[in-house]
């Protein structure tokens, strides 16, 4: 496991390295044309890339998937099933709600879904949920909790992805904008609503057919 978290920390790190030397280079060669946006966008990235180091080394000691390669082809169901059997908190109970037998077969980034999950996990506690549900089918898999649920009459569906907008005091305003990434990588649309039999809100993975 140690050296997982060391080839982990070794590929992302380098990556950073390598794109922060780049942007720093064009800003002591011709500052003007670096503009804001490109450093706010830098940050973005930093921000997701030591996210996903740090989830993937969480993942390390949960699922037996092969976390060395950045992609792999495998039942992402089966690995939504081992995180969540693998998570405990105190103020947050998840319940997956579809069989054990249910596949879906795709390519994926483990450390990018964990990032998915982890962001999804922390929506639902920001609502005050008590409880997650995991319900799939063939087609889709979705994450309800029982908290306050989306204020789409005060924020438009848009809005919720835009990066740099939180809807709570203590949030960053990206946690869905990388959920929305995720899901763009692995050919999957990312919808939200908010959900009647539970209460509370409901982000849904709906695949590509």
Known sequence: MDDLISHIIKITAGGLVKDIKNILKDYY?????????????????????LSFMKETAVLSAKANFNLKVRSIKDDVFLFIRQYFDNFSSYDLQVHLLFPPELK?????????MAVLLA??????RKAHARNLYVLAN??????????????FDLYPTKYHFKRGVSTTASGAGLGLHHCQLVASRIGAKLTLSNDSTYGGAKISLVFAQ
Request: one cysteine or more; aromatic letters at 10%; a negative charge.
């Open 119 to 124: 962001n999804i996990l922390d929506n639902a």
């Open 104 to 112: 879906k077969i795709i390519c994926f980034f483990p450390g990018d």
């Open 138 to 151: 063939e087609a889709s898999i979705s994450f309800i909790d029982d908290g306050a649920g989306f204020n």
């Open 29 to 49: 060669e011709k500052s003007t044309e670096v503009s804001r946006e490109n450093l706010v966008e830098m940050l973005e990235h930093i921000l997701y890339e």
